[in-house]
Structures are given as C-alpha cells and as structure tokens.
C-alpha cells in the first residue's frame, strides 16, 4: 500500500504559480510511475502529467503544456508539479497518483495509488 499526500493548493489569481508536492510515505517510491491529474466539478479526472521511475522521462496534457513541469525527487520520495501562468480554466481538485511500474502511462487505470486531492483555485 503506497500513501500519497499532496500539499501546496489553494487559491490564485489568473498568471500566477503553484507548486504542487505530493509526498509518498514508501521507501520504494524510486520503483513506481507517478502522475497527476485532476477533476473539475461536473467533469470526469482527467490526466495532467506524468513522470517514470527516474525522472528522465515526461508527458503533459496538451492543455497544460509549457506552463507546467512535473518533476520528482527520488531521496525525498517526493513528486513536484510545478504550475505557471494558471488559467481560470484550471480549476480543480489536483490528484497525484502511484502506479506500480518504472514506465510512464496517461491512462488514469493504470494508477492504482491515489492521495486525497488538494484543491487549485484560479480566479479571473
């Protein structure tokens, strides 16, 4: 069982940052895909980013593309999702998430670790 916490959410105005952390409480953080995601109200979760074991290599939500960067920390088992020049439109509740493998994958089945969700606000 991998325990994940995000932290770092809350409310900002449109252009502005976050940082997303998400903190796994396993030793063996090093040997799992991780990504986020996030679910706006009335809308399905959907995938944001996603990293492998290493932090080599990354994928992003078009949507999100060149204003977010997700990155991972390996001796802190701590994931980071960096989020610039926010949107009104990204808006949600933000999930990170475990999945027990070293590759990267979009596909929200494929996770089957899943913290709490920290809330982002954007206002325009």
């Known amino acids: 069982q991998v325990q994940l916490i995000e932290s770092g959410g809350g409310l900002v105005q449109a252009g502005g940052s976050l940082r997303l952390s998400c903190a796994a409480a396993e030793r063996t953080f090093s040997r799992y895909g991780m990504g986020w995601f996030r679910q706006a109200p009335g809308q399905e979760r959907a995938f944001v980013a996603a990293?492998?074991?290493?932090?080599?290599?990354?994928t992003y939500a078009d949507s999100v593309k060149g204003r977010f960067t997700i990155s991972r920390d390996n001796a802190q088992n701590t994931m980071y999702l960096q989020m610039n020049s926010l949107k009104p439109e990204d808006t949600a509740v933000y999930y990170c998430?475990?999945?027990?493998?070293?590759?990267?994958?979009?596909?929200?089945?494929?996770?089957?670790?899943w913290g709490q969700g920290t809330q982002v606000t954007v206002s325009s």
């Open positions: 990293i492998n074991w290493s932090g080599g290599s990354t």
């Open positions: 998430a475990a999945a027990n493998m070293m590759g990267i994958s979009t596909s929200l089945r494929v996770y089957g670790y």
